[in-house]
Structures are given as C-alpha cells and as structure tokens.
C-alpha cells in the first residue's frame, strides 16, 4: 500500500471519526441538555401558599411528599427570574399534574408537562418571566422541583467590581457588550436581594454609587443590564463588605423542643453580647425573665414554667461588648400538648401491615399507636379484617388520673364509622363513653403530607388508667381501595386534665 493511498484511508477514518462525535454531541444536547449546556438551577426560597397538604423543601427541592387528594403548590423563587424550564421530578404517575407561572400571583399563565423520563416531568417555558411556580396535582409523590433560569437578552455583563467609598457608601463598576441601561440589586442575605439602585443612562460602562448602608455589614448584590423594553440580564452573585463597626443586630430567631412546660429560643447577633428574655402569656404584660450573661453570638436560652397548649409571647434584649443595646419585635409560640400516652403499652388486635414490601416490622406494629411518630413508613398500624372479628386496643396510662379528652389520628384510606370507647380504673371494670363514634365527624387534614382525620373525644374529667377502643365484627368502616379489609391508626393520644 502506497503512502498515498495511507493518507486517503486516514482521512476517510478522520471524517468517520468526526461525524460519529458530531452525532454523540447532538444526541446529547437533545436528549441531556443540562449535561451539555450550562444552566443555573434557581433556588426555591419557601412555600407562600399551600391548599391541603404539606411539602417538605430542603434548599431547592420538595422530599417524597405524597399528596393523596388534589393539592395546590405555590412556590416562591424569592425575585423574578427569565425561566427556561420547570422540571418535576416525580418516582409515581400521579392521576393529574399541571404547572402554572406568575409574577405577581394574581395572573397566572398555564404549561404543559411532558415526560421526560420515567421520574422526569418537563415545561419548556421559552424564557418567560416569573417569581411564583404553581404545581397542581393529584396522586402525586413529590420528589424534587427545578427551576432553569433562562436568557432574556443579549446583553453580557462583564468585569464587575465594587468599590468601597465610605463606611456607609460603596460603588459598583462594571462593563456591558451592548449600551444599555443599568441597576444594581442587593441585600444582606443571599436569597433576598430586596433593594435596587438604579442608573438610567445609556452605556457601556457602568457605575453606580449605593449610599446609607450599614457599617461593618456584609452585603450581596448582582450587577444588571436592562435593555429599552425594560427586559434585563443579571451578572452572578457576588458580595462587598463595609467598614466599621456595625450596628447590633438580631438574626435566626427561631423556637424549638417545643414540649408542654417549657421550650429553647435561639438566635444569633452580629457582635458578642448578653442577653434577657421577657415572656408571658400576654402580649401586653410579660413578667417572666431568662438571662444569658455570658457573651456570645449564637445564643440559646430556655423558657420554662408553661402551661399545656397555651400561647406565650416574648421579647429578646441583648447588649453588646461596645455598650450598645438592641431589642427584638415580639414574637410568639405554642406550648405542646400533654400527651400522657406517649410510649405506653398498648395490647389489642392491630397488627397488620399492610404494605410489608416497603414498611417493617420492626419496632412492633402496634407500639407505633403509641410512639409520637405520624409518617406512613413506622407510624401507623392496621386491624384485622373487621368483617371477620371484634377490633379493639386498651391503653394502660400507668396510673389514674382525671381525663380531659383522647385523640386518634385515624388514615384518610382506611377508618371506622362506628365504634365505641370505654374507660377504667383496674381494666376489669369498664364505663361507656359513648359507642356509637366515628371518624367522619373528625377533623380532615394533613400532617407532613400524611391524610390524616383528628378524632376528638371529650372525657369530661373521667378519672381512669385505662381506654379501650372497640369495633364490633361487622361494624361499618371507609376503606378507599378494596385492598384495605381494615382500619388504619397513627397516633392514640390522651390529655388529662391540667
């Protein structure tokens, strides 16, 4: 084989080659487009609106929700955003699913979703404008959502910088490919850039001076480049301290380990400081005091002595290493129940699972009555077939007491119509409450995505140690699909008197 006739075969090789990548490289912006083209992927803020149902949403994403019944998800991206795709991941074919965008959440504009793949909904959205996702669905598992930002313009921004005048002042400089008006957005939290600073002017080159911030504070800020029609094109995030010392400030006050008589408040500052707390269960008069005299940022300070299901409000005064004070707005806070049922034993005929494929056995089922716990996977148990026997559970509280009221957390898909409650001292003796209940005339809801019916039944101060639920064999019950020969219990709780 002559060298020449090498080459032709080398080139025949090389175009080969070169088309098959050409064919690869389409197939992946076709069918892989966020692997292939770069993308940003929004952040979801929080929830502003829901109607039935609970959503779980860690950073940008809604974590295996499941929505029994039609629901409607409002969710906030924080400003508006030019959107190229919504993307909705989902492990089920749920009955009915639609998205919906809006700026202002008055005017809504409707989108198909297409399946993508088998866990992949999307909407192409062709860079409209928007703030507000809307998701409507039914038999849904919501798994995670995503927001593809899109391209408004042909503007680019380039070389931005900021440039500090003052404690109080600063200047942001940067540069478009295209003349055109400007602004800068900026705040002192990544996810709400919630003051704007605008120059009219046509041009290239940008400068804008932002005046009366605070001292020593750190700020964040996007650069943008706004077009005649007023459509614009933002910059990355980026961020600029001021000098000097800042003002004394409040931030993450939050409540947790909520329990009946008392509760932790946190919060962080900005300096070092110390700390009082002012609380009661007035708004107007708060007589109660905790103290934090050792300085810190991050504070957390324990408020005890409540009382059961009762709303207290407080205030948080704080001064700092310089001697300077500040205080916060009043907030407020729920005390917990007092659940006297928690983790006690419980004898009775539920133990079936009734999906063992995905729920184990372990703890045993019919502990969960009793476990605090209201998710699908390890709280909640089911009876025997109520055609077929008697069903009934007995709750031993340890010792008498007066009783205010019980509570069952019946599921939505599977419940009693009737069936009656009785109380005792010694569990040999029993009085009747009433035996003619159901759980119709309970509260419909949802907790933590969970369909959930709260059945109250008042006690009157009933001094016992004992509750028995009863089903006579053959009583009637709701069992949405024909698989579910049971009634279906979360939580068995009882509140004595206070």
Same mark, same amino acid.
Request: net charge negative; charged share 25%.
């Given at each position: 084989?002559?060298?020449?006739?090498?080459?032709?075969?080398?080139?025949?090789?090389?175009?080969?080659?070169?088309?098959?990548?050409?064919?690869?490289?389409?197939?992946?912006?076709?069918?892989?487009?966020?692997?292939?083209?770069?993308?940003?992927?929004?952040?979801?803020?929080?929830?502003?609106?829901?109607?039935?149902?609970?959503?779980?949403?860690?950073?940008?994403?809604?974590?295996?929700?499941?929505?029994d019944d039609e629901v409607n998800i409002i969710l906030d991206l924080g400003m508006v955003y030019p959107l190229k795709r919504i993307k909705v991941y989902t492990p089920n074919k749920p009955e009915e699913i639609s998205v919906s965008i809006s700026q202002d959440g008055v005017t809504w504009k409707f989108f198909t979703l297409k399946q993508k793949?088998?866990?992949?909904?999307?909407?192409?959205?062709?860079?409209?404008?928007?703030?507000?996702?809307?998701?409507?669905?039914?038999?849904?598992?919501?798994?995670?959502?995503?927001?593809?930002?899109?391209?408004?313009?042909?503007?680019?921004?380039?070389?931005?910088?900021?440039?500090?005048?003052?404690?109080?002042?600063?200047?942001?400089?940067?540069?478009?490919?295209?003349?055109?008006?400007?602004?800068?957005?900026?705040?002192?939290?990544?996810?709400?850039?919630?003051?704007?600073?605008?120059?009219?002017?046509?041009?290239?080159? !940008?400068?804008?001076?932002?005046?009366?911030?605070?001292?020593?504070?750190?700020?964040?800020?996007?650069?943008?480049?706004? &077009?005649?029609?007023?459509?614009?094109?933002?910059?990355?995030?980026?961020?600029?301290?001021?000098?000097?010392?800042?003002?004394?400030?409040?931030?993450?006050?939050?409540?947790?380990?909520?329990?009946?008589?008392?509760?932790?408040?946190?919060?962080?500052?900005?300096?070092?400081?110390?700390?009082?707390?002012?609380?009661?269960?007035?708004?107007?008069?708060?007589?109660?005091?905790?103290?934090?005299?050792?300085?810190?940022a991050s504070h957390q300070v324990v408020l005890d002595r409540l009382e059961p299901e009762k709303t207290y409000y407080y205030r948080i005064y704080v001064e700092d290493i310089y001697g300077r004070s500040a205080k916060s707005n009043k907030g407020f806070f729920t005390s917990a129940e007092y659940n006297i049922a928690l983790h006690r034993t419980?004898?009775?005929?539920?133990?079936?699972?009734?999906?063992?494929?995905?729920?184990?056995?372990?703890?045993?089922?019919?502990?969960?009555?009793?476990?605090?716990?209201?998710?699908?996977?390890?709280?909640?148990?089911?009876?025997?077939?109520? &055609?077929?026997? &008697?069903?009934?559970?007995?709750?031993?509280?340890?010792?008498?007491?007066?009783?205010?009221?019980?509570?069952?957390?019946?599921?939505?898909?599977?419940?009693?119509?009737?069936?009656?409650?009785?109380?005792?001292?010694?569990?040999? &003796?029993?009085?009747?409450?009433?035996?003619?209940?159901?759980?119709?005339?309970?509260?419909?809801?949802?907790?933590?995505?969970?369909?959930?019916?709260? !059945?109250?039944?008042?006690?009157?101060?009933r001094i016992a140690r004992y509750l028995k639920f009863y089903m006579k064999q053959g009583n009637p019950y709701y069992r949405k699909r024909k698989q579910y020969k049971c009634v279906i219990l979360h939580e068995w709780k009882v509140m004595p008197v206070y």
């Open positions: 084989m002559t060298n020449k006739t090498q080459a032709k075969l080398w080139d025949r090789v090389s175009l080969t080659e070169n088309r098959i990548l050409i064919v690869l490289i389409l197939l992946l912006v076709l069918y892989f487009p966020d692997l292939v083209l770069a993308q940003e992927n929004l952040k979801i803020e929080k929830i502003i609106g829901i109607e039935r149902g609970s959503v779980i949403v860690d950073g940008d994403t809604a974590t295996e929700v499941y929505l793949f088998p866990e992949l909904k999307e909407a192409g959205l062709e860079s409209e404008i928007a703030q507000l996702i809307r998701l409507t669905g039914k038999g849904l598992i919501l798994r995670e959502v995503q927001a593809i930002k899109g391209k408004q313009t042909e503007i680019n921004i380039l070389d931005v910088k900021s440039n500090i005048l003052a404690d109080t002042k600063v200047e942001i400089e940067f540069i478009t490919d295209k003349a055109c008006g400007s602004n800068v957005a900026y705040g002192i939290t990544r996810q709400r850039l919630d003051k704007t600073s605008v120059d009219a002017s046509i041009d290239t080159i !940008h400068r804008i001076v932002i005046e009366n911030l605070e001292p020593g504070t750190l700020y964040y800020y996007v650069a943008r480049g706004v &077009d005649e029609a007023g459509r614009f094109e933002e910059s990355e995030l980026y961020q600029f301290q001021t000098t000097g010392i800042p003002p004394l400030r409040i931030f993450n006050i939050s409540v947790s380990n909520i329990r009946s008589d008392r509760v932790f408040l946190n919060w962080t500052t900005n300096t070092m400081s110390i700390t009082k707390v002012q609380y009661g269960d007035s708004m107007f008069y708060l007589p109660m005091q905790a103290f934090d005299t050792v300085p810190a419980v004898q009775g005929t539920f133990w079936t699972n009734i999906e063992p494929a995905f729920i184990s056995n372990t703890p045993p089922l019919i502990q969960r009555v009793t476990d605090g716990r209201l998710d699908y996977y390890t709280g909640m148990t089911a009876s025997k077939d109520p &055609d077929k026997g &008697d069903q009934y559970l007995i709750l031993d509280l340890s010792e008498p007491g007066p009783l205010q009221r019980t509570e069952f957390y019946w599921r939505q898909t599977a419940y009693p119509q009737k069936y009656a409650l009785y109380t005792s001292i010694d569990a040999k &003796d029993w009085e009747l409450i009433d035996d003619n209940l159901t759980a119709d005339s309970g509260v419909f809801t949802y907790i933590k995505g969970n369909p959930i019916i709260i !059945h109250t039944i008042d006690l009157n101060r």
